[in-house]
């Protein structure tokens, strides 16, 4: 159901609303369009609104926000707490929501995201008492506080970060979730202090203003370094802008029924069938897709929550026969229950958009000319299937592989230091403790990518795999010293500069140049060879 303004206008979804007639892709943007089309499927979608695009087409022509922006928001959001059976800003069983970018074409991590919008002083014990989880209020909050602070008044994450790494240690914990309320509490306490000294004002108690900043922070993100350079490197429009797309909380932090997850229906490295899943237990989706945490390869989920596997692996097939192409799935489980937060068409390496399209023609999901049309350019004759030659020395060690192929070059400890040898013509390794989004042109300028933390299904892994860079995450045997400019891998120590070799097959890495084998995929490439002399 779409609310038309001047310059506003608002598509409502989930909770039993039809999405006919179902507004364009260009004015929901692809997050918004395939949420509605997810709740007519009916799949579990937590219900909300998409503020269109012409929203952020009409900010940054007139560079403010239309002043009814902020009656408009409270007329949806009383009609968002009808149907989710909650109130904003209430301080007895508060409505919470995430505040969500929504471009047209998929930027990956490009733009920004803020949840647990709606949680201030007043409501975060009525949370304590609504969910008798006081440990999950405080987590939320803490959170709040933190990425409202980074996004929205550009106080350095890092400030937040040291302060939840002061009290994990001072509270004993080893994971994050051995993590206590008291500790958690102590957190949001800090985090208001440092919010308020960076600010220059304490942090907003109405959630109301919370929601309106939140959404120009989205907006303003259109504009941003990464977004720009990414959009500039995949030739998508400036002019295209970015819907935002309100939604109201599930929460995977809420204790060990819960846990948030990143799942394909196949391998966007490999191409191979069958899901892909990184899974986190009592967590939020920014632990996965930020890049920082290292998640459980899917087999947890498997194992302490079987009956949500099995309905995400339904979900998935049913999302792929739907849209007839390889699917990238966000969702949170709480406390049991599975709820599917995102659908897109998944990024994926050479090797596996040739594979992908040669195995859904042979299953009948789409014909020869459908594939051809995805394989236009990509050089296929390019595509190899290259790894290191056995008999090759001794690995370091080996790390989790995010994208495949053998890559060579010396080690670049940052951005800026790839970006700057690769101008110069050399081979590069991008070597990082994690690897943020905002390293998107470091990671268009190097061969290879190898973290000390992170997840196969980062929207930073993402990126890469799309750009066809070996990357290999979650190198425990892997520490950095930035200030000395060097780092160790398996105890050995390497200078900046100094060359490795990373394996993206078995996510093994190397010292110096190795000995490589490459193959093209003679199979699937002479099939493709079969349906163009057809047409």
Request: hydrophobic share 40%.
């Amino acid at each position: 159901m779409a609310e038309n303004g001047e310059e506003i206008s608002i598509f409502q979804f989930g909770a039993g609303l039809s999405s006919a007639p179902l507004p364009r892709k260009e004015d929901l943007g692809a997050k918004g369009y395939h949420l509605a089309l997810m709740c007519d499927l009916g799949l579990p979608v937590p219900p909300g609104f998409i503020i269109e695009t012409d929203l952020c087409r009409s900010f940054f022509e007139r560079k403010a926000l239309p002043p009814e922006l902020p009656s408009r928001l409270a007329v949806a959001m009383a009609d968002l707490g009808k149907r989710s059976g909650r109130t904003f800003s209430a301080d007895d069983h508060p409505l919470l929501v995430s505040v969500r970018s929504g471009s047209v074409s998929s930027m990956p991590g490009m733009l920004e995201t803020i949840l647990n919008i709606g949680l201030c002083d007043r409501n975060v014990e009525g949370l304590v008492a609504d969910s008798g989880n006081p440990r999950f209020a405080w987590d939320s909050y803490r959170r709040l506080i933190s990425s409202f602070g980074s996004t929205v008044r550009r106080i350095p994450r890092a400030r937040f970060e040291e302060v939840f790494a002061d009290e994990k240690k001072r509270s004993g914990a080893v994971l994050n979730r051995e993590i206590d309320a008291e500790t958690y509490q102590r957190m949001a306490e800090r985090s208001l202090v440092i919010y308020e000294a960076g600010a220059g004002h304490p942090f907003p108690q109405d959630p109301y203003r919370q929601l309106a900043e939140a959404v120009e922070a989205v907006l303003r993100s259109w504009t941003g370094s990464r977004a720009v350079e990414y959009r500039k490197h995949h030739n998508i429009s400036e002019t295209d802008g970015t819907a935002v797309t309100v939604q109201a909380m599930v929460f995977g932090n809420f204790g060990y029924a819960s846990g948030t997850g990143v799942a394909f229906t196949r391998n966007p490295a490999t191409g191979d069938r069958g899901m892909y899943a990184d899974f986190l237990l009592n967590a939020q989706g920014e632990d996965i897709v930020s890049g920082g945490v290292d998640p459980d390869r899917g087999e947890e989920l498997e194992r302490t929550l079987p009956a949500v596997h099995r309905l995400l692996l339904e979900y998935g097939r049913m999302l792929e026969n739907h849209f007839t192409d390889m699917q990238d799935m966000e969702f949170t489980v709480q406390e049991g229950k599975l709820y599917l937060l995102q659908t897109r068409s998944g990024k994926r390496t050479a090797l596996a958009a040739l594979r992908i399209a040669v195995d859904m023609v042979r299953e009948g999901l789409i014909g020869p000319q459908q594939a051809l049309a995805r394989l236009e350019g990509i050089d296929l004759a390019a595509i190899r299937d290259r790894r290191v030659a056995a008999g090759a020395r001794p690995a370091l060690c080996r790390a989790v592989p995010a994208s495949i192929g053998v890559a060579t070059g010396e080690i670049a400890l940052d951005a800026a230091r790839a970006e700057e040898r690769a101008a110069a013509g050399a081979a590069v390794i991008l070597v990082r403790g994690e690897m943020a989004t905002e390293d998107v042109a470091g990671i268009e300028s190097a061969r290879g990518i190898l973290t000390a933390a992170g997840s196969r299904t980062s929207h930073a892994a993402v990126v890469a795999r799309q750009l066809d860079r070996v990357c290999l995450v979650a190198c425990e045997a892997l520490r950095i010293d930035m200030e000395a400019r060097r780092c160790a891998i398996a105890g050995r120590q390497f200078r900046e500069g100094e060359v490795i070799t990373l394996d993206g097959r078995s996510g093994e890495v190397y010292a110096g140049a190795v000995e490589t084998l490459d193959e093209p995929p003679r199979e699937y490439l002479a099939e493709v060879a079969r349906w163009r002399a057809a047409r």
